[in-house]
């Protein structure tokens, strides 16, 4: 079973950047997601990445603004997300899964992270 753990998250101000980073156990390459939960809404996807990190897809909400990378020799990904908005607010989890497919859907996922606090003020 693979672990998940999320870091990079905090308090920012509007307009700025922060990247994130999940580091995954092992060494098998899973397709990862990035979904993020504010407090009263769904979990919400933000973006995936395939195996390779060749195929990216975002959500409509952070398209523009917000970046998924990978380093499989570190088996880690990134989101690097700028011009943050109050918006951004939320918990934001990695998440994993073998194949490439249905990223947007976060009950396709096998593995979770425990999540990391972003707090964007105005």
């Known amino acids: 079973q693979v672990q998940l753990v999320e870091t990079g998250g905090g308090l920012v101000q509007a307009g700025s950047s922060l990247r994130l980073s999940c580091a995954a156990s092992?060494?098998?390459?899973?397709?990862m997601g990035w979904f993020r939960q504010a407090p009263g809404n769904e979990r919400e996807f933000v973006g995936a990445?395939?195996?390779?990190?060749?195929?990216?897809s975002y959500g409509n909400a952070t398209k523009g603004r917000f970046t998924i990378s990978r380093d499989n020799d570190k088996n880690t990904v990134y989101l690097q997300m700028n011009n943050l908005k109050v918006d951004d607010t939320a918990i934001y989890y990695c998440?994993?899964?073998?194949?490439?497919?249905?990223?947007?859907?976060?009950?396709?996922?096998?593995?979770w992270g425990q999540g990391t606090q972003v707090s964007v003020s105005s």
């Open positions: 092992g060494r098998t390459l899973y397709a």
């Open positions: 990445i395939s195996q390779s990190g060749t195929v990216t």
């Open positions: 998440a994993a899964k073998n194949l490439y497919t249905t990223m947007a859907y976060r009950t396709t996922y096998n593995y």
